[in-house]
């Protein structure tokens, strides 16, 4: 596509939006005056990241600025054919005792243990242990459910735990059609269930999916609504009321941010940051890992979302995330990888790459899966300059990018 046609696309939709040149320009990272120039098809825009900041924030489909047919992402991630082969075998009890020969009596403590045991694995970035874990699980958890004499709601709530923790490990690796099943069977499972608790952490999981697929207004009224349901039974609220109401505040702020509503951003952080103090601490109840460390890696990666990149580069810099619990290398690792995106940004492409290495490091098998991770490799390969990243192509080879 030529300069001066995809000019023409973005001030039409800009106008379609209602932006000045001014916000849109401030909102992909830009000046006024470069924005006036693209529009006016005077200047190229040639870096991938810069045209998916626009794509995102104008709705459009990104090939519609590259003139390109979309491709969908491919998901490297060899566990998800498993998982969607267990969701997918949806039968009755009739038919596993048929190839079982026995119906087993319903062990829930055990599919709890499993559950938590799998999530655990989740959040060190095992996805490769988690994506092995999880087929056998499932099954599992829907013998129980079709098992007779089981206790049901008991039945129902270790179903919300294993689908939320399919729907994290899916999300994370990219395979979003596959997460948003395994979120909505949880929300279903919680809801049987008959636990507010548990139901606002399957809103918490959901909404983060429905980030992922491109729908931030739905995130973000799932996660409000649920947290405003959660915040009429707190009083004062417990540690785990606290931790998903905190939480779901988080996903909140995400879902703005995705939606470069800087305004809603702030608000959200802070009801986040309330909650926080009142919690005290950093912990890690119902898989939220929230506590005020959480609040200040959200409030880094918000800053990234909406091209605040020199914000996020001062505070990512700073935080200390020491009191994070053990278990919650996905969490510490992704500070690396929002500053690496941020320092992309801002080009400085030496400090992204040796900060990429950083988060390599602590969770490689985050760095190889994240699709966003994989965005940013693939802008550095783009205006690789080899003398000054060495280490790239490496990087990108191990990440399955180049």
Not at 66 to 89: F, K, L, N, Q
Not at 277 to 302: K, M, Y
Not at 315 to 327: F, Y
């Amino acid at each position: 596509m030529d300069a001066a046609t995809r000019g023409q696309i973005i001030r039409s939709h800009r106008r379609r939006r209602g932006y000045s040149q001014t916000v849109l320009a401030g909102l992909v990272g830009r000046s006024e005056s470069w924005l006036s120039q693209v529009e006016r098809g005077k200047l190229a825009v040639d870096s991938h990241e810069v045209l998916s900041r626009l794509a995102d924030v104008l709705r459009l489909p990104l090939s519609e600025l590259t003139g390109s047919e979309p491709e969908a992402a491919p998901v490297r991630y060899t566990p998800a054919a498993d998982i969607e082969r267990a969701m997918m075998r949806y039968t009755s009890l009739e038919v596993i005792v048929a190839e079982t020969g026995r119906e087993d009596p319903v062990d829930v403590a055990r599919l709890r243990s499993e559950a938590h045991r799998t999530y655990a694995a989740y959040q060190a970035t095992r996805y490769g242990e988690a994506g092995r874990r999880l087929p056998r699980l499932i099954r599992d958890v829907e013998a129980a459910a079709r098992s007779r004499g089981a206790d049901r709601p008991a039945v129902c709530s270790a179903r919300a735990m294993v689908y939320n923790t399919a729907a994290a490990v899916l999300r994370r690796v990219g395979a979003t059609d596959l997460a948003w099943q395994a979120a909505d069977r949880a929300m279903a499972a919680a809801e049987w269930a008959d636990e507010t608790l548990l139901a606002a952490v399957g809103a918490y999981r959901l909404s983060y999916v429905f980030i992922s697929r491109g729908n931030p207004d739905v995130a973000a009224e799932l996660a409000m609504g649920a947290a405003h349901a959660l915040e009429r039974r707190m009083h004062p609220g417990t540690p785990e009321e606290l931790s998903v109401y905190g939480g779901l505040h988080l996903a909140a702020a995400t879902a703005a941010a995705a939606e470069y509503d800087r305004a809603a951003v702030p608000r959200f952080l802070r009801q986040a940051q309330r909650a926080a103090d009142r919690l005290g601490t950093d912990l890690n109840l119902h898989g939220t890992a929230f506590g005020p460390t959480n609040v200040a890696i959200h409030t880094i990666s918000t800053n990234v979302k909406v091209g605040d990149a020199r914000a996020a580069v001062a505070a990512g810099e700073d935080l200390d995330v020491a009191s994070l619990p053990s278990g919650l290398v996905g969490r510490r690792a992704q500070v690396h990888l929002d500053l690496a995106r941020a320092y992309t940004q801002t080009r400085q492409d030496a400090a992204a790459v040796n900060t990429l290495l950083e988060a390599e490091r602590i969770a490689a098998e985050l760095v190889r899966h994240d699709p966003s991770t994989g965005a940013v490799i693939t802008e550095l390969l783009r205006r690789e300059h080899r003398r000054s990243t060495p280490e790239l192509r490496p990087l990108a080879q191990r990440a399955g990018v180049a």
